[in-house]
């Protein structure tokens, strides 16, 4: 008689992991984030740490300060962007004032 466990592993396709890192992104919350798609925050942080390692091309220049403080700074400006292209088609909107 063998007792089998039932695997407890999920797999998320690419557009899950993408949608949470987005929102993980812009959010600045992994902790909700994580709780918002019912995964583990360290699941959601090895992805992170996979997707800046990826953008970077390997482990060693994704964690040079250098590399680091110009993605920060990339990933401000893209939200920087994202709120001034708001505020433009709100504004345009509004033809009359």
Not at 7 to 31: P, V
Not at 45 to 74: F, I, M, T
């Amino acid at each position: 008689m063998s007792v089998t466990t039932p695997d407890k592993r999920h797999k998320y396709d690419e557009a899950f992991k993408a949608e949470a890192l987005r929102l993980a992104r812009e959010s600045r919350s992994t902790r909700a984030v994580a709780r918002q798609f019912g995964i583990s925050e360290k699941l959601l942080y090895r992805w992170q740490q996979a997707q800046v390692v990826a953008e970077a091309g390997s482990v060693e220049q994704a964690q040079d300060p250098a590399h680091r403080a110009l993605r920060a700074k990339n990933q401000r400006l893209e939200r920087e962007l994202v709120i001034l292209k708001k505020a433009l088609s709100s504004s345009a909107a509004r033809p009359g004032e």
